[in-house]
């Protein structure tokens, strides 16, 4: 094999016989033969095989590896990798659906996302060997799904996201294969339609890890007393959260166009118009006046974006979720409900929990944890990642 041959100091082997995906600069000893981008096969100090996966000394993550078999990395490889992910979706349902088929490392293809929004498939290359070979994985994709017995009609690129920087690759966007996808496209069950912007909406277009937690919200609301529930639903997006709800949602964000797709949808579902306020507003300013105006609320979601994009933000995004939750305990009708989230990944779970802890604590409030939250069954992680980790909450009742 003509590969180039990345060799592992000796003692640094470890994490990639224990299946950790990546390998940093600072375990490597030498690349011999290895062009930006290529398959390289990894090989202990010794000489023994460890690994083969795809190199760019650009990255501080040299080596993404993609399998830890003596095996090729050939189109044979690519379809059983494809296969194997669409299967792991069967649970959900055939047909509008909108899923997560590609979870990056979480199924084992690192820097690779795909998402499925009806008959489109919306591809993420977070890698230089991904972004080199996109087009041809769009291609397999689609025979993949054709194989599958549900054929798609377009897959669409949204490689626009700051990471490709740490990978010296610019960002990009536009079809890749079949047809370009509509203004927006439309996915859900009968009864309940969705409508996603995948051209210029956050990530692919739409949080799909959010969709278990919002169907908990929705059974939530659902078995509630007959009086009207008023939701306040803070960092509303495309008001995804408040759609299924039952009761007065208050959605409230910054951005214009996600809540103007959200009043849309709230219309194509037939919901009624004093059912659902679309406001736009820093979260942070509308809690301190709702809080001075003395406004109560039965529920609360609580979904911000990333605060902390690395170890070294942490402190300052504890401050940050400390301070939002306090507000919201205060805004909180006692018995009410507040479901709180983080996506950053670098925020464990335990430190969320005490972050939480500490608004409740100042807030002299009283608090049950009725449920862990975490992101819906598409977005699997893998037990050698723990990086894959990121989103997290509390589903919270409140005294
Ligand atoms: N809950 C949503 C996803 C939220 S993503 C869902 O399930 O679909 C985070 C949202 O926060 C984005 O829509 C972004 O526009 C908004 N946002 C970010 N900072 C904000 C701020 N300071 N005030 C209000 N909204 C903000």
Partial sequence: MSEGIITIR???????????PWIFSGAIASAKDAAPGDIVTVVSSKGDFLARGYWNAKSQIQVRILTWQDESIDDDWWRRMLRRAIEARYHA??????????????????GLIVDRYADYLVLQALTLHIDQNKTHIAQLLAECFEEAHMPVAGVYERSDVDVRGKEGLKQSSGRLWGEEPPLYVRFGQE??????????????????DQMDNHAILSQLTASQSAEKLRILNLFSYTGSFGLTAAGHVVNVDSSGDALALAEKTYQLNERPSNDAEFIQADVFEYLRDAV????????????????????????????GYKDLNLHCFRLIKPGGYLMTFSC???????????VVFGALADSGRQ?????HLGPSADHPVALTFPEGAYLKGLLLRVY
């Fill in 367 to 371: 608090a049950q944890i009725i449920q």
């Fill in 191 to 208: 009864n309940l339609i969705r409508l996603v912007d995948v051209r210029n909406g956050h990530k692919t277009g739409y949080y799909l």
């Fill in 344 to 354: 950053s990944g670098a925020i464990s779970a335990d430190l969320f929990q005490k």
């Fill in 10 to 20: 000796a003692g640094r082997e470890k994490p990639i016989l224990q299946q950790h």
């Fill in 292 to 319: 001075a105006a003395g406004e109560q609320f039965d529920v609360i979601v609580c979904d911000p974006p990333k605060f902390a994009h690395n170890k070294q933000q942490v402190d300052r995004a504890t401050r």
């Fill in 93 to 110: 349902p055939q047909s509008g659906v909108g899923s997560r088929i590609i979870n990056a490392e979480n199924d084992f293809l690192p």
